[in-house]
């Protein structure tokens, strides 16, 4: 029994219940897949962290140490309003364009604006 890498047959064994159908089928499949499972959740917790590192060190060497008081906690709170705010256009105007391609032309303009602003 290879217990680094367990087949699948061999997790729907320790698992309770009815394993081969429903959410049991597809938890069986990831512990049997541990690793590419853990690669692809290490990889995303990486971009998260990464982006947030490299704009407080962005932030760092454009904001002089005096203005720091001043700037940082406006920086907080725009981070935690962006994604909200983001949310509200995506609800409001781009889901209701005709199609897909209207729908990407409109992000496409707001992040545009954003960046010009």
Do not use: C
């Not at 499949?29 to 407080?56: D, M, P």
């Not at 256009?89 to 781009?94: D, E, K, L, N, P």
């Amino acid at each position: 029994v290879n217990r680094l890498h367990p087949s699948l047959a061999a997790v729907q064994a320790i698992l309770p219940g009815n394993s081969q159908t429903g959410g049991m089928a597809v938890l069986a499949n990831i512990v049997s897949h541990w690793t590419s499972a853990l690669f692809y959740i290490v990889s995303e917790i990486y971009s998260s962290v990464s982006v947030g590192l490299l704009f407080w060190q962005f932030a760092n060497d454009v904001v002089p140490v005096d203005q720091a008081k001043r700037f940082y906690p406006l920086f907080s709170q725009m981070s935690g309003l962006a994604p909200v705010l983001a949310g509200q256009y995506v609800v409001r105007f781009a889901s209701k364009a005709t199609d897909f391609s209207s729908s990407m032309h409109r992000l496409t303009a707001a992040v545009s604006f954003a960046g010009i602003m």
